[in-house]
């Protein structure tokens, strides 16, 4: 059983794309590239390696859509809850309506068509998206391969999402990753600011003491890439369909198999 925090300000504490807090942009940030440096003990001695520049001292991954696959079950459910208020869409304008929005756009829409919302939205719907979460959801393929390969290479990984962790626990226990994951999840609700704000993934890089420069992130939305640049880390952009226009990359390299992650980051 999961707490799950109030809906102040109506804040969405839901998926990456259903914003919680406010927030603002900050612009004019670059990504560096360094040559990182580790460090390593032979015989006594701590010693000053080079590897490759590529190889970063920190991976931030976004969640949904990254980690696991649970937008088709968001949406889903998202569509049911509708149709059964009164709605009338299709499952594939549903999703055209609402990937990357917040429950206000739900609200307005509802608004403009002249039904009404249960009294218990969103929790009655947020509760029911969990609920099929813990049965349904699945990692992105190579996910786990990847994860598995950077974590055995000692380099720290962690999460930064949007959403509540409750959700991202839900979510990451389901998709068997994690294990390599726990203690090290950071939401955008908890910090006052969601992406494209870099606050998250600042907090992330704080609270692993590593610099920003030495960061790399792992996003798949305009709002994630956006925050990574804001943040001044370097960023993958997973788009494993092409579908993303270079102009909502923000600088970010495209990623299209989870598999390749590993040899991108110098392994």
Sequence with gaps: MFTIQSFRDGAWPNFRS???????????FKSSKQLWMINTKQRGRELELPISPRTPKLVIFDCDGVLVDSEPTFNRVLHEYLLSSGARLSLVECHSLFVGKSRHDVERYVSERGFRLPAKWPQDFYDSVLDALRTEVAPIPGAREAVAMISSAGIPLC????????KMHVTLERSGLLPWFEGKMYSAYDVGASKPAP???????EMNRAAPEHCVV???SASGFEAASNAAMTCF?????????????FD???LTDMADLPKLLGL
């Design 237 to 249: 952009a997973y788009d494993p369909k092409t579908t993303l226009e270079p102009e909502n990359l």
């Design 252 to 254: 970010a390299r495209r």
């Design 18 to 28: 259903w914003v919680a807090p406010d927030a603002g942009t900050l612009h004019g």
């Design 218 to 220: 792992i996003e798949d």
């Design 199 to 205: 606050d998250v993934f600042l907090h992330a890089a």
């Design 159 to 166: 999460v930064a999402s949007n959403g509540l962790l409750a």
